[in-house]
Structures are given as C-alpha cells and as structure tokens.
T-cell receptor
Framework: NAGVMQNPRHLVRRRGQEARLRCSPM?????VYWYRQLPEEGLKFMVY????????ESGMPKERFSAEFPKEGPSILRIQQVVRGDSAAYFC?????????????FGDGTRLSIL | AQSVTQLGSHVSVSEGALVLLRCNYS??????LFWYVQYPNQGLQLLLK??????LVKGINGFEAEFKKSETSFHLTKPSAHMSDAAEYFC????????????FGGGTRVLVKP
C-alpha cells in the first residue's frame, strides 16, 4: 500500500513564476492536508480538502496561493508569482476520515527554492 | 484555539542515555496529541498518539509518552538512546472540532553522541 506521494521532491523557480505541487493521498484516503515548513521552523497548517471541496483554508495566504483536490487525480497546491519568502518545504498529509484522533500520514515533501 | 510548546529546540544525549523531550499544549477541549519524527529530507513519521483511555502511550522504536491533563503535558521519553534516534521530533495537537488539522510545536532536534 503506497504511502502519500508528493512530486516533485525538489522544485526550483525564479521570482514571478508559478509553482505547482502535487500530492496523491494514500489509497482509501479522501482527506488531504497541506502544511508548510519554513527554515528552522515547525510545520504550519495551510489548507484541508476533501474530494472537490475546500474545508478549511484558514492557514493559506489570501493571495497567490490556491489548492484543489479534484474528483480524479492528485491534490494540487498552486503558488502564483512566487517570491523568495515562498522558499520552504511543503508537506501533504492524508487520512481516511476525521475525528477520534485519526492520525495523518505524511509525504516526503516538496522543497521549493526560489531564485 | 490550541497551541503547542516544545521546550528546547536542540537536545544532545549520549548513546544509551535517557531521551526526554518536553511538550506542553493548550486546548480548550480534550485534545488529541501526537509525536512525529522527521529524518533529514523526509516527511513526518508517526511515533505515537494519545486520544482517550490509558494515559501512558507506547509507540514505535521504544518511545513512549504520558498524557498529564493537570500539567497539560505530553512529554516523550525513551530509556536508552540509539544513534538512529538522531532526528527532529514534533509534538502536535488537534481536537474533534478542528477537522483534524494539526497544530505543531516548533520541534526539537536530537543529537546522539557516541
């Protein structure tokens, strides 16, 4: 049973370009979470999605960032017009359900570097 | 609102010595608590979790943690450190109404000396 798959593992973009980060949850998991880890910091929640729905985007910057989890295919975190401050590791996690302390399973992350 | 504080961003232990990583949380309702470990350039791996029931929780790799409601703590311990325990450890909290989204502490990096 494959784990959470994220790609690419490393992504380099120049300022002003777009970054697309992909996440395929574990089989049977319909809940996806994105977290950002800035250098020397812990992980911060960005967005929580279920299939075709954004449930909670309270941690996502209002501008330039968007996320989707279509009926078919992976979840996508999109960052438009990237800036140096977007350089971070972005982690996706999934769970089969919510409530009762269901643990999240994490991917290996995408490390985004902005030149 | 919920928050997590991990005391000590770096901990150095000798191989074979006790590992103690501190975690204090704040939550207005009963929390669900987790410890994750992160090895370099990898994602987070679940070590253990507390939801309900027994307050002493055993996890993988010989780690355990004790939920102490009166102290709002969930400290992680391992009796005898191994070189392979060198990693970064994150304490996290969520609650029923939070949709399972995790709030993480700042992390504690563990160095194991031979």
């Amino acid at each position: 049973n494959a784990g959470v798959m994220q790609n690419p593992r490393h992504l380099v973009r120049r300022r002003g370009q777009e970054a697309r980060l992909r996440c395929s949850p574990m089989k049977g998991h319909s809940h996806v979470y994105w977290y950002r880890q800035l250098p020397e910091e812990g992980l911060k929640f960005m967005v929580y999605l279920q299939k075709e729905n954004i449930i909670d985007e309270s941690g996502m910057p209002k501008e330039r960032f968007s996320a989707e989890f279509p009926k078919e295919g992976p979840s996508i975190l999109r960052i438009q017009q990237v800036v140096r401050g977007d350089s971070a590791a972005y982690f996706c996690a999934s769970s089969p359900s919510v409530g009762s302390g269901q643990p999240q399973h994490f991917g290996d992350g995408t490390r985004l570097s902005i030149l | 609102a919920q928050s997590v504080t991990q005391l000590g961003s770096h901990v150095s232990v000798s191989e074979g010595a006790l590992v103690l990583l501190r975690c204090n949380y704040s939550s207005s309702v009963p929390p669900y608590l987790f410890w994750y470990v992160q090895y370099p350039n990898q994602g987070l791996q679940l070590l253990l979790k507390y939801t309900t029931g027994a307050t002493l929780v055993k996890g993988i790799n010989g780690f355990e943690a004790e939920f102490k409601k009166s102290e709002t703590s969930f400290h992680l311990t391992k009796p005898s450190a191994h070189m392979s325990d060198a990693a970064e450890y994150f304490c996290a909290v969520t609650r029923e109404a939070a949709g399972n989204k995790l709030t993480f502490g700042g992390g504690t990096r563990v160095l194991v000396k031979p």
